[in-house]
């Protein structure tokens, strides 16, 4: 008996006999219409040839297989949805699946789309998904990747970015530049990079020996408008001028920008600005905004590799990625001017 017999064939030995991905072997064991007929007809014969069986965990969602991945989303402003739900949709195409777009807030809604099988598995983005929710996808054994929170589970990922050290990053990199007064711009308040950003800001700022003020915890909701008012509104309070603003995002930050250079504030020789995603408007405004670059896109493309991986059989697990700053024009030392 050769080694290979003395162990159970799995969806990634036929996958690699035959020289396909998993979602391929995946769809030709499913009947899903998104094969060239050679190509299926390959994988079959391979399949029969190692006496392979499938898994029979999951097998009702299977049976049903659609070819047809679904992103939920809560909402769609801003370049970072567009062009993550681009990345998003290049992968399905790379891994032979259709993409489906949902955008809702009711959970109820986003639900039922998820257990009436029109999708092979989700990808979420949509704070509207509580714990209940999760519960029950996990209970059903629904493949499930998201990307705005950590969980872990048999056929449950997890993509997301380590923004807690993103905002550690931020401070320290604005600390090294001499700042010592600051305004932190928040985004959405139920949004996991969010807290996670002014978790890691703050703690490092604490440590440093600096207390962020209430008052200049200013609103943004990653919203390029929502930060222009609140810092407007700063400006017209009077109060002294920070060193420099972090925001949770880069429309936040760019508010922030131009706030400033409407209230007569010259950026950076007054107030550094610094933001967090590298979205290409950072490049595009005077002066360039100095981000974090959190590799939007590439999130992307694992949460769909992940997907389809569980979907082929595997298990859930979570994957981390760690951003990089990217210092522009918008950010200078205190010493330096």
Same mark, same amino acid.
């Given at each position: 008996?050769?080694?290979?017999?003395?162990?159970?064939? +799995?969806?990634?030995?036929? $996958?690699?006999?035959?020289?396909?991905?998993?979602? +391929?072997?995946? /769809?030709? !064991? /499913? @009947?899903?219409?998104? !094969?060239?007929?050679? #190509?299926?007809?390959?994988?079959?014969?391979?399949?029969?040839?190692?006496? &392979? +069986?499938?898994?029979?965990?999951?097998?009702?969602?299977?049976?049903?297989? #659609?070819?047809?991945?679904?992103?939920?989303?809560?909402?769609? =402003?801003?370049?970072?949805?567009?062009?993550?739900?681009?990345?998003? &949709?290049?992968?399905?195409?790379?891994?032979?699946?259709?993409?489906?777009?949902?955008?809702?807030?009711?959970?109820?809604?986003?639900?039922?789309?998820?257990?009436?099988? =029109?999708?092979?598995? $989700?990808?979420?983005?949509?704070?509207?998904?509580?714990?209940?929710?999760?519960?029950?996808?996990? /209970?059903?054994?629904?493949? #499930?990747?998201?990307?705005? =929170?950590?969980?872990? %589970?048999?056929?449950?990922?997890?993509?997301?970015?380590?923004?807690?050290?993103?905002?550690?990053?931020?401070?320290?990199?604005?600390?090294? !530049?001499?700042?010592?007064? *600051?305004?932190?711009?928040?985004?959405?308040?139920?949004?996991?990079?969010? /807290?996670?950003?002014?978790?890691?800001?703050?703690?490092?700022?604490?440590?440093?020996?600096?207390?962020?003020?209430?008052?200049?915890? !200013?609103?943004?909701?990653?919203? =390029?408008?929502?930060?222009?008012?609140?810092?407007?509104?700063?400006? @017209?309070?009077?109060?002294?001028?920070?060193?420099?603003?972090?925001? $949770?995002? @880069?429309?936040?930050?760019?508010?922030?920008?131009?706030?400033?250079?409407?209230?007569?504030?010259?950026?950076?020789?007054?107030?550094?600005?610094?933001?967090?995603?590298?979205?290409?408007?950072?490049?595009?405004?005077?002066?360039?905004?100095?981000?974090?670059?959190? *590799?939007?896109?590439?999130?992307?493309?694992? $949460?769909?590799?992940?997907?389809?991986?569980?979907? %082929?059989?595997?298990?859930?697990?979570?994957? +981390?990625?760690? %951003?990089?700053?990217?210092?522009?024009?918008?950010?200078?030392?205190?010493?330096?001017?």
């Amino acid at each position: 008996m050769s080694k290979r017999d003395s162990k159970k064939i +799995t969806i990634k030995d036929v $996958a690699r006999e035959a020289g396909v991905s998993i979602s +391929t072997v995946s /769809n030709a !064991l /499913n @009947d899903v219409n998104v !094969l060239h007929p050679d #190509t299926k007809e390959r994988v079959l014969e391979v399949a029969r040839r190692l006496n &392979y +069986t499938p898994n029979l965990n999951g097998r009702n969602l299977k049976a049903q297989a #659609t070819g047809v991945l679904g992103l939920f989303l809560g909402a769609i =402003r801003g370049p970072y949805y567009g062009e993550l739900s681009d990345s998003i &949709y290049r992968a399905c195409v790379e891994g032979g699946y259709e993409l489906e777009i949902f955008l809702s807030s009711d959970p109820s809604h986003i639900v039922a789309n998820i257990l009436g099988h =029109r999708v092979d598995g $989700a990808i979420i983005l949509n704070s509207a998904i509580g714990p209940r929710q999760e519960e029950i996808l996990k /209970n059903q054994g629904i493949p #499930t990747v998201y990307i705005d =929170r950590v969980l872990i %589970g048999e056929k449950s990922s997890s993509v997301v970015f380590d923004s807690r050290n993103g905002g550690e990053q931020a401070a320290k990199f604005l600390l090294e !530049l001499g700042h010592k007064k *600051f305004i932190y711009i928040e985004g959405e308040h139920d949004n996991y990079d969010s /807290n996670e950003r002014r978790e890691g800001f703050f703690e490092v700022l604490k440590r440093a020996g600096i207390t962020v003020e209430k008052d200049y915890i !200013l609103e943004g909701r990653f919203e =390029r408008e929502a930060s222009y008012k609140s810092v407007t509104d700063f400006l @017209d309070s009077g109060k002294e001028l920070p060193d420099a603003i972090f925001a $949770a995002n @880069d429309l936040s930050a760019i508010g922030a920008l131009e706030a400033l250079r409407d209230g007569g504030i010259k950026v950076p020789e007054q107030v550094s600005v610094m933001g967090c995603d590298d979205i290409e408007t950072t490049r595009l405004v005077s002066p360039s905004v100095t981000t974090i670059r959190t *590799f939007f896109e590439k999130q992307g493309i694992i $949460a769909v590799e992940q997907l389809i991986r569980m979907i %082929g059989g595997e298990e859930g697990k979570c994957l +981390t990625l760690n %951003g990089r700053i990217i210092p522009r024009d918008s950010t200078t030392a205190k010493d330096s001017l």
